[in-house]
């Protein structure tokens, strides 16, 4: 099978992540969560205390900052590195994800990850998921992927997976925090998220990750 680039972009909460790690660990491609660097970047911002609207402030920060891809030992799974920090538990938190979408709308934040994305995907052989991929990072994808869900499921799913780690968490905060994500992510001025017209429709609504999984792999092979 040649190796391909398999993207998927979608709305906040719709399982790209998951179908993104089934795919690449059945192909024995890489896998990349591009929504991680945008959070590690964020965490950075927070603790450091940089004024994200000062783009001085920014560009030194970005020059402070080192991101990798550890393949964790016990699992396999690939986590963030944050300046040789794992942070891949603590960017999930909601105060991450309450500014991550205001510090990835910025110009120079969104270059200085597509860089290093592009330069991870350049052997092919790369499931990579967030909102630009197949629109900005790899416009030439063999395989594009826009997930979409119902809102309420993908509400549902979200307060489920953090409420594992905080009880304290309400319904109502991971929706407005979702929506915000959502609105922001959509309407920005760089690479904003929207359908690459060539990207094939995922609406997982009423799938399993095992049924929506099947459909992915069979368009896959379509292609690989
Ligand atoms: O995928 P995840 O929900 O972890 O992404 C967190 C945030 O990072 C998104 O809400 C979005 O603001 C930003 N992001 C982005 N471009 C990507 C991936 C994520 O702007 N390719």
């Not at 790369?126 to 197949?134: K, P």
């Amino acid at each position: 099978m040649k190796k391909i680039i398999v993207t998927i972009d979608g709305w906040s909460s719709c399982g790209k992540s998951t179908l993104a790690k089934q795919l690449a660990h059945k192909l024995g491609y890489i896998y990349v969560d591009s929504g991680a660097m945008y959070r590690a970047i964020t965490l950075y911002f927070l603790r450091n205390h940089i004024d994200w609207t000062d783009p001085g402030q920014v560009h030194q920060a970005l020059t402070d900052i080192t991101l990798e891809f550890v393949p964790n030992s016990k699992s396999g799974q690939s986590e963030i590195y944050l300046n040789g920090e794992n942070v891949e538990y603590v960017i999930r938190d909601l105060v991450v994800a309450e500014k991550v979408s205001e510090v990835a709308a910025i110009k120079e934040v969104r270059a200085f990850a597509v860089a290093q994305q592009q330069q991870m995907g350049r052997n092919k052989g790369i499931v990579m998921d967030g909102r630009d991929i197949g629109t900005v990072v790899f416009p030439d994808a063999e395989l594009k992927i826009f997930m979409t869900a119902d809102n309420a499921v993908r509400v549902e799913r979200r307060f489920r997976e953090l409420y594992e780690k905080n009880p304290n968490v309400s319904l109502e905060e991971v929706k407005s925090n979702l929506e915000m994500r959502d609105y922001i992510d959509s309407h920005r001025e760089v690479s904003p998220l929207r359908q690459a017209e060539d990207a094939i429709v995922l609406d997982n609504t009423n799938l399993t990750p095992a049924e929506q999984f099947k459909k992915a792999l069979t368009l896959v092979e379509g292609i690989a």
